[in-house]
Nanobody
Framework: QVQLEESGGGLVQAGGSLRLSCAAS????????MGWFRQAPGKEREFVAA????????YYADFLKGRFAISLDNAKKTVYLQMDSLKPEDTAVYYC??????????????????WGQGTQVTVSS
């Protein structure tokens, strides 16, 4: 089993920044993809960004337009999501996820094997 624990959420004004962290623990693994998803009230969970274990390959949702950046500390098995120029529509619960089938970066929730509990991000206007 793998446990994922997110941190770093909170309340921020529009235009501000937040940095989310997600640390993985439990069974050992060496090759993987870690991703961030978000779910706003009344909406489906949507893909935000993901990164391969080497850190060299990343993929982002089109709607981000360069405002977010994903990074990875492989030694710590920790993934980060730097969120800048936040907008009220970014308000959601943000989840990190782990995909142990590391061949491709997947954007579908069903492809991920483990999920964190989520951290709330609220952006006020």
């Amino acid at each position: 089993q793998v446990q994922l624990e997110e941190s770093g959420g909170g309340l921020v004004q529009a235009g501000g920044s937040l940095r989310l962290s997600c640390a993985a623990s439990g069974r050992t693994f060496s090759s993987y993809v870690m991703g961030w998803f978000r779910q706003a009230p009344g909406k489906e969970r949507e893909f935000v960004a993901a990164i391969k274990w080497s850190g060299a390959i990343t993929y982002y949702a089109d709607f981000l337009k360069g405002r977010f950046a994903i990074s990875l500390d492989n030694a710590k098995k920790t993934v980060y999501l730097q969120m800048d120029s936040l907008k009220p529509e970014d308000t959601a619960v943000y989840y990190c996820a782990l995909d142990l089938n590391f061949a491709f970066i997947e954007t579908m929730t069903a492809k991920y094997d483990y999920w964190g509990q989520g951290t709330q991000v609220t952006v006020s206007s």
